[in-house]
T-cell receptor, first 110, second 115 residues
Framework: SQQGEEDPQALSIQEGENATMNCSYKTSINNLQWYRQNSGRGLVHLILIRSNEREKHSGRLRVTLDTSKKSSSLLITASRAADTASYFCATDTGGFKTIFGAGTRLFVKA | SQTIHQWPATLVQPVGSPLSLECTVEGTSNPNLYWYRQAAGRGLQLLFYSVGIGQISSEVPQNLSASRPQDRQFILSSKKLLLSDSGFYLC??????????????FGPGTRLTVL
C-alpha cells in the first residue's frame, strides 16, 4: 500500500479561500516533501520539511509535520485560479526511493 | 538546478510494437535517476531507479526494462508493448550529495497510448 496518502482526493474552493490538504504515512521518515503537478505535466517540488521540523513556510504555502501522528498538512493561503493542480506528498525513508501518495486534486474557481 | 529532458512528448503505438523513451539530465553529475508511470488521475508508480551507470533496480515485474548507458541518460524500453502499458511516463533525477536533499526534478513526461 502507499506510504503517503493524501486527503481529500479532490477539493474545490473559491479564489481567495484557503486550501488545506493532508497526508498520512505509515513508517518513520527522514523528510516529507510536497510536489505540485499541473495537468499533463511533470511534478514540481514545492517544499521539504525534515523530520525534526514542525512547521515551514514558503510564500503562500505552510507545511506542518506531526511525526507522532505520522501526518502532514499543506496549507495554501489566499488561493488563486493558477493554484489549480494536483498536489502530492512524498516521503523519504532513507533508501534511494521517495514514495509518492495518490495526490489531492485542487480546483480553484475564479 | 537540474533540468530533465524527455522525448517524445506523446506517442501512439500498436500492441506488440517496441518502445524506447529517452531521458537526459542537465545541471548535475552522478544523479539518481527514476522512471515512474502515472495512470490518469492517479499517483506515481515507481518502475525503475538507478544510482549509477549500468545499475538498474526494478520495482515492478513487467515487460518493461531500463538502461543507463551514460551518467545522465536513462532509457525505458519494451520489446512488445501491451495495452496495459498505456500511461504517462515521467523521468526524474535527484542528487542527495550535491543538493543535500533528495528532492526530485521531473521531466515533462511522455503520454503513451497503446492501441
Amino acid at each position: 500500500s502507499q506510504q503517503g496518502e493524501e486527503d481529500p482526493q479532490a477539493l474545490s474552493i473559491q479564489e481567495g479561500e484557503n486550501a488545506t490538504m493532508n497526508c498520512s504515512y505509515k513508517t518513520s521518515i527522514n523528510n516529507l516533501q510536497w510536489y505540485r503537478q499541473n495537468s499533463g505535466r511533470g511534478l514540481v517540488h514545492l517544499i521539504l520539511i525534515r523530520s525534526n521540523e514542525r512547521e515551514k513556510h514558503s510564500g503562500r504555502l505552510r507545511v506542518t509535520l506531526d511525526t507522532s501522528k505520522k501526518s502532514s498538512s499543506l496549507l495554501i493561503t489566499a488561493s488563486r485560479a493558477a493554484d489549480t493542480a494536483s498536489y502530492f506528498c512524498a516521503t523519504d525513508t532513507g533508501g534511494f526511493k521517495t514514495i509518492f501518495g495518490a495526490g489531492t486534486r485542487l480546483f480553484v474557481k475564479a | 538546478s537540474q533540468t530533465i529532458h524527455q522525448w517524445p512528448a506523446t506517442l501512439v503505438q500498436p500492441v506488440g510494437s517496441p518502445l524506447s523513451l529517452e531521458c537526459t539530465v542537465e545541471g548535475t553529475s552522478n544523479p539518481n535517476l527514476y522512471w515512474y508511470r502515472q495512470a490518469a488521475g492517479r499517483g506515481l508508480q515507481l518502475l525503475f531507479y538507478s544510482v549509477g551507470i549500468g545499475q538498474i533496480s526494478s520495482e515492478v515485474p513487467q515487460n518493461l526494462s531500463a538502461s543507463r548507458p551514460q551518467d545522465r541518460q536513462f532509457i525505458l524500453s519494451s520489446k512488445k508493448l501491451l495495452l496495459s502499458d498505456s500511461g504517462f511516463y515521467l523521468c526524474a533525477s535527484s542528487n542527495l550529495l550535491a543538493d543535500r536533499t533528495d528532492t526530485q526534478y521531473f521531466g515533462p513526461g511522455t503520454r503513451l497510448t497503446v492501441l
